[in-house]
């Protein structure tokens, strides 16, 4: 089947639009998204090769068609040329051999293709290589596009992950779109999986739990945490599987205390706690919304760590999201002792640095307490992102003090 696509591909000239804005400076830096508003005449259907044209009609590059409303097509060259079985493995081992070279101790789960950063539009590969189990693979869909485009080079990503030692490989599309997972090839185990990040045990449902099973993207967060916690009194809110509390608990926090609204992600995070041979009168697991436990929660805490889900999922909702990151970070400053610290993090991509740093301004004055900015990160080295594509910068995390 793949190479019967690959002679369809050498054969069918793709569809031709043409840019409508004056965006080429915009894609020659390596922009790799052309919204719907700036191209001119119709696109083919999602997932579907394009040739990019300038105002002039000159070459610009190509893209793979997507059908959002707002992204029109996803730019994989800067130049004219087919993006076929070939293109997507030379891109994909260029992408597994950085995170082979800069792959970080005593870790087993790492992002392996992050989608645009990778110059994989789309794509998300993340690597599971389970504690007693095999080595296995959770591609991720973002959209109909990309998994249109994904049936197409299926054949190149699965021989370049089998030569890559992974036994399994499961695809998973996007929430939106109501399809469950379906394996690829091999075998990917059914319910909670083991993996090891420096050296700590997380446990997660690659079939079943959000994203691809974990949230990779804040294993240095975790174990900035870890370095933090000796003898502080914890509070990890929105905590899923607990992993910021397992680091906590790791570092030596006297107490930690985990909060999510899902009782199936306190048992998780209970289950984490043991897994790591923590004594379990140390953890505390509370199934409540996590604001409403903020108003009622009397203790204070030497360390708050705040990560909720995104508040500004789409760029109309980015002036509630900052109204509720505001609020937030006032209620959890309201918890935290004198010179007590605060890990924010927030994954809304819409929101960006300068903004997010603004609602914690607005929160100190609120609750009526000054802070210190002490550290600023993002996501680890496996979630790169493109220096012409700032909306990459999806994940901000700020570590403050309360000085009173």
């Known amino acids: ?24 400076r915009t894609v020659r830096r390596g922009h790799p998204w052309i919204y719907r508003e700036a191209l001119a005449g119709d696109l083919p259907g999602p997932g579907e090769e394009v040739r990019l044209l300038d105002r002039k009609g000159r070459p610009l590059g190509r893209g793979i068609a997507d059908s959002s409303e707002a992204i ?26 950085l995170r082979a070279a800069l792959g970080p101790p005593d870790t087993s789960a790492l992002r392996l293709v992050h989608g645009e950063g990778d110059g994989c539009p ?33 054949g190149a990503v699965v021989r370049t992950l089998k030569d890559q030692g992974f036994e399994g490989l499961l695809v998973r599309r996007d929430r939106r779109s109501g399809e469950g997972p379906v394996l690829s090839f091999g075998e990917v185990p059914k319910g909670r999986v083991r993996v090891h990040e420096h050296g ?51 570092g030596g926090a006297g107490t930690v205390t985990s909060v999510d609204v899902a ?24 199934t409540a919304d996590c604001r409403d436990f903020l108003e009622e929660d009397q203790e204070r805490y030497e360390l708050v760590i705040s990560d909720p889900p995104s508040f500004a999922p789409r760029e109309s909702a980015v002036p509630s999201a900052l109204a509720a990151y505001e609020a937030l970070h006032a209620s959890c400053l309201d918890r935290l002792v004198p010179g007590g610290l605060y890990l924010a993090g927030s994954c809304s ?28 990160s993002g996501a680890p080295f496996d979630h790169p992102r493109l220096a012409a594509f700032p909306e990459g910068d999806y994940l901000k995390v700020v570590l403050a003090r309360a000085l009173d």
Not at 6 to 18: H, I
Not at 361 to 373: E, F, K, L, N
């Open 72 to 97: 029109g097509l996803r730019l994989w060259l800067l130049r004219d040329g087919p993006i076929d079985e070939e293109l997507v493995e030379r891109r994909l081992r260029r992408a597994i051999g």
């Open 200 to 250: 700590m045990v997380l446990i997660g449902d690659l079939w079943e739990g959000q994203k691809t099973g974990l949230f990779l993207d804040h294993r240095e967060s975790r174990f900035r945490v870890r370095a933090l916690a000796r003898g502080r009194r914890v509070l990890n809110l929105y905590a899923y599987t607990g992993g910021f509390s397992v680091a906590a608990g790791l």
């Open 349 to 376: 991509s819409h929101v960006n640095a300068a903004a997010f740093d603004e609602t914690l301004a607005r929160a100190s004055d609120a609750a009526g307490r000054r802070i210190q900015i002490l550290e600023r």
């Open 122 to 154: 789309g794509l998300v590969i993340d690597q599971y290589d389970l504690v007693d189990g095999p080595k296995v693979a959770v591609l991720r869909l973002d959209g109909e596009g990309p998994a249109r485009f994904f049936e197409r080079v299926q």
């Open 1 to 24: 089947m793949a190479s019967s696509m690959g002679a369809k591909n050498d054969t069918v000239e793709p569809r031709t639009v043409k840019l409508s804005k004056a965006l080429e």
């Open 263 to 286: 009782p199936e992600a306190i048992a998780l995070a209970d289950e984490t706690w043991l897994a790591n041979e923590l004594p379990p009168e140390r953890h505390r697991g509370i």
